[in-house]
């Protein structure tokens, strides 16, 4: 019998930028300016052309990319171990010296309104929208991260340079390394190229959790093939203890598509979710199902909910603890989960929790722990419903 053992490769890295600003903290007026400073991040700086960034980053092998949610913006490069430097050098370069130049404005107005269209294509994106807007409705994490189609037709360069001044700031940043890199270097990197950022920060801050709000909302549109349902009970923050027992739940109850077979007639697809924020969270599933089923297989979701708080055993909690910790590890095979995580652990928690913390919070609950936990965010809760399709 051949042995084949592949040893760990460090030859490159993923470093980036993880920056306490999304659209939680905008405002009515400039929702949507994070997600376009995004879109401006690689136009060009008082340094470099955008045509001489692009080729100084292909010459590397390198690769550039930025997102956006409703916390955080994160700029980020992949490249080799050796070019460390310079990616860092751009990222900062990208972060303090953008030019935001009118015409490039201009174009990428253009795209975020295409990619704005894919969106509403996409109905999985916009139930989770409408879910937000729903059941956060009146706080700042109700609305989108695109922003609606009038802000991104009036954002303009003020509004962007207005934006990164005010949440810019370095006691609001984390700049993350995985892969072949020392702390000692990233530590000198960090000096040398983000000294001079200001730490003061005198924007918004989440002022306690914002409110969840039971509803049921309803769009019918009998054109559609399915019916496209999310349904979510209110949820706990990143450092909330109750947590892990609802992850553990929200494991139990898993995902499914017809490729598995021995689903219930007429649902198409179901997807737990666990969605958590600073502050709160939404804890639900998402479905989709013929519009003559929807009834049926929402019956089916509150059996299972019901379940969890009453009769889930120790071996099936224990099932889910064993998912929970293979899924964990899982996502944390490569530099750039390992650096993801790193990033949002920083911000949430100001610190990254080890391996072994994690397991020990897993392995204190039982089926005892996790009914409890339960029968208080799920039971006779007032769930948030957004349903859109056959109805």
Known sequence: MDFVLLPKILGCLLVGLWIDAGSRYENDKNNGVAHFLEHMAFKGTGRRTQTELELEVENMGAHLNAYTSREQTVYYAKCFSKDIEKAIDILADILLNSKYGEAEIERERSVILR???????????????????????????????????????????????????????GSRMVLAAAGGVDHDQLHRLSEKYFSKLDSLYDGPVVQGPCRFTGCDMHFRDDAMPFT????????????????????????????????????????????????????????????????????????????????????????????????????????????????????????????????????????????????????????????????????
């Open 115 to 169: 990619e704005m269209q894919e969106v509403e294509q996409n109905m999985q994106e916009v139930v989770f929208d409408y879910l937000h807007a729903n059941a956060f409705q009146g706080t700042p994490l109700a609305r989108t991260i695109l922003g609606p189609t009038e802000n991104i037709k009036s954002i303009n360069r003020q509004d962007l340079i207005d934006y990164v001044k005010q949440h810019y700031k």
């Open 228 to 391: 496209y349902v999310a349904m979510a009970v209110e949820g706990v923050g990143w450092e909330h203890p109750d947590n892990i027992p609802l992850m553990i739940a929200n494991t139990l109850i898993g995902q499914w598509d017809r490729t598995h077979g021995a689903g219930v007639n007429g649902c198409q697809s179901f997807q737990a979710f666990n969605t958590c924020y600073k502050d709160t969270g939404l804890w639900g599933v998402y479905l989709v199902a013929d519009g003559t089923a929807v009834d049926t297989v929402m019956s089916h979701v509150q059996s299972e909910w019901k379940y969890l708080c009453r009769y889930v055993t120790d071996d099936e909690v224990e099932r889910g603890k064993n998912l929970l910790r293979t899924n964990m590890l899982l996502m944390l095979d490569g530099s750039t989960p390992i650096c993801e995580d790193i990033g949002r652990q920083m911000l949430c928690y100001g610190r990254r929790i080890p391996i072994h913390e994690l397991d020990a919070r897993i392995n204190a609950v039982d089926a005892k722990v996790l009914r409890k936990i339960c029968l208080k965010y799920i039971y006779d809760r007032d769930p948030c419903i957004i349903a859109a399709g056959m109805l």
